[in-house]
């Protein structure tokens, strides 16, 4: 047991924060600081900043830009990109398609579409989830038959993040309906911009566009952008679930803006005498509460990349999705009870509005992360997989 | 950073499992051993096993090899305490050796360390440590018992209370605030005149012990007239990291119990692991378990750290049991109420175990204790880094 890093864990450490720091527009750290919205051209740049410096897809393999990182070294550069407030790569290439395609894809697949993933010249979407089929992901019916050397796709997909920037979509589509339905899923990579794919927005409870519909009419894709087998779908769909699992406890971006709720209690003064709000023991011992947890969150992380080396995940990694987004909503609500009365202001701006920026996101933030319970797994799901698979219940 | 045993740690854990084990595994030695009912009598633990345990080496883990010991650390320390906690065994390793060796190692002159860690680690002497009072919650100070100098004759008036196995104890470390301020630390022969042990049992079937000290002739551990405040508090510091140890051991145990209670106990004619009510309660043992296991191996690693100092080892025994003690809760009252009836008997094992759990909160200060120190500090500093 040993508590330091290694010098060259040290070093690499070092060498991250100081990228992260420096190398990234300044812009797009002052928003995801804020709490704020990014637009497309942030999100694009930032993350082609990541993919120049060989920072957007370590976890590749190397023949297409991966860097043979340890796990260590994968999580230390996770938690130095959030506690710089710098965005992570956007997730539906590097995380879920890019390690798909990696491993089950066709050398032509990965020819045509792995650089360009990597570099977010492809904005992908995530077409899984649909209206009958959320928790219970394998009861999809959106379908495709073979229709020549194409398939034809009808059916809808929801709760698609950011579908409105994307230009392929993943697809978890119905091939075989007449067996077990695991069993009759197929992979299929969709152009966007094929006739028939219509895409609707949702507006959420925090009044932000951020997810949506993709409908299919006749949508008719070519036989050879199904990825590996006729029906082996599912099998594609655990792997992806499965990486997106690992990486979603979000420690750092959580650390840091509790942080910076000591900073926003500390500058808000309840009393005539300069009494704040980070005086109050009550606010206080909440704060020292989710530190504390949020600590035995990230020393679980830590146990639990020590232990995955080789390629089986640690039991305990099941704990990260369900803590982290308990913490995460905590850390969210804090923040509601911080910005106080100045949280109606959610919709001014620095024109029209004389509150803080901080406080006038602190409500959307908090209603919006009620997702993250919800997403990658419900919580329900968690649990439902640490009483089987870890208690044998 | 490395959460990983190595080979000898490895085979410390198993010979240290299979002493106790053997000697605990049939709950029913465990009841045999501490008593039953209010009995207070006794010790509260088996002799032989503490001999077991000495001859094993486990007393002698964490001492010099100058005083006696086999010059060990906190990790091999944590590694024993979790096997302790696995069988909650009564022997008295956290208080005796953890907490009274510790505080006399670090603060007894050469002679007094060879005598009383020495006699220790061998299994010939059992020192308790005196230094709660009616009326103190968890300061590493002393206020009621007073120690007043003569020469060089020191003088200890005042009533410690509960003393961990005080009763019993062959040599007895008491805290006592010094006349010119601080508290200083001295031994007593406790059977000597003026001194007056009353023992009983603790929640758990352990024991403690008033100890009435009226006029009774002490010896200054270490330097006269020192003030061992520091030392005090640092020696219950490595206590709450091992007692955090051997807490995951006795909540690993007390969930695998329940895991095996809901697969094999049947109602309404199907196993209770039919009910998500009851699994999803289990798997929220589980997450309370893990996380306290992360704070509770990485405090172990932050003590045995060479480049950590005091003030960091404070931060870490205090963040770790208030992380522990809180999952301590948690595990115990679900293990005894997803089992049932069963949960609240003595025969039964499980019952035990949030005994215990509860019991180490007593002795080491709650959550809300710890957690209220961490709250005066939080404005100190932005955000928490584990690694060093």
Known sequence: MQLELSDDDATFRDELREFFTTKVDEDIRTVVRERGELTKDQIVRGHRTLNEAGLAVPHWPVEWGGRDWTPLQRHIWHEEMQRAAVLPPLAFNTSMIGPVIAQFGTQEQKERFLPKTANLDIWWSQGFSEPDAGSDLASLRTSAVRDGDDWIVNGQKTWTTLGQYGDWIFTLVRTDPDVKKQAGISMLLIDMTSPGVEVRPIELIDGGHEVNEVWFSDVRVPAENLVGEVNSGWTQAKFLLGNERVGVAPVGSVKRVLAQTKEWAAATTTDADGTTLLDDPLVASRIAELENELLALELTALRVVANSADGKPHPASSVLKLKGSELQQAVSELVVDVAGPAGLGSGGTSETSDLEQWQRRATPAYLNLRKASIYGGSNEVQRQIIAGTILGL | ?388
């Open chain 2, 1 to 388: 950073m490395d959460f990983t045993y190595d080979e000898e740690q490895l085979a410390l854990r198993d010979a240290a499992r299979s002493l106790l084990t053997k000697s605990y595994s049939d709950f029913e030695n465990r009841r045999k051993a501490v008593g039953t009912g209010h009995d207070g009598d006794g010790p509260g633990y088996d002799p032989a096993v503490w001999g077991q345990m000495a001859e094993m080496g486990l007393l002698a883990l964490p001492f010099s090899e100058e005083d006696g010991g086999v010059g060990a650390g906190p990790v091999e320390v944590g590694i024993v305490a979790e096997e302790v906690g696995r069988v909650i065994a009564p022997e008295p390793f956290l208080t005796t050796v953890v907490l009274a060796g510790g505080l006399v190692a670090a603060v007894g002159t050469d002679e007094q360390r060879g005598e009383i860690v020495g006699g220790l680690a061998a299994g010939e002497l059992v020192p308790a440590l005196a230094h709660a009072e009616p009326g103190s919650r968890w300061q590493p100070s002393a206020r009621t018992v007073s120690a007043t100098q003569d020469g060089d004759t020191w003088t200890l008036e005042g009533v410690k209370e509960p003393v961990p196995y005080g009763a019993t104890a062959d040599l007895l470390v008491v805290s006592a605030a010094l006349p010119d301020g601080g508290t200083g630390l001295f031994t007593v022969d406790p059977s000597v005149d003026g001194v007056e042990r009353t023992g009983y049992r603790t929640p758990d079937g352990g024991r403690a012990a008033r100890v009435r000290l009226s006029g009774v002739t002490a010896t200054p551990l270490g330097e006269a007239g020192a003030d061992a405040t520091e030392a005090i508090a640092a020696s219950y510091d490595a206590t709450r990291v091992a007692a955090a140890q051997e807490a995951v051991g006795a909540m690993q145990v007390a969930l695998d119990t329940t895991s095996d209670y809901l697969k094999s106990r049947k109602q309404f004619g199907v196993p209770l692991k039919t009910f998500q009510a009851l699994t999803f309660r289990a798997a929220d043992m589980y997450v309370s378990l893990e996380l306290a296991r992360s704070l509770a191996q990485w405090a172990t690693m932050v003590l045995a750290s060479p480049s950590t100092d005091a003030a960091e080892r404070r931060t870490a025994a205090t963040r770790a049991w208030a992380q522990v003690s809180r999952a301590a809760r948690h595990i115990g009252q679900e293990a005894i109420q997803l089992h049932g009836g069963i949960g609240v008997t003595a025969e039964y094992s499980v019952g035990s175990y949030t005994a215990h759990l509860t019991t180490l909160d007593h002795l080491l200060g709650d959550s809300r204790h710890h957690l209220g120190a961490l709250a005066r500090g939080v404005a100190d500093y932005d955000v928490v880094d584990p690694i060093g």
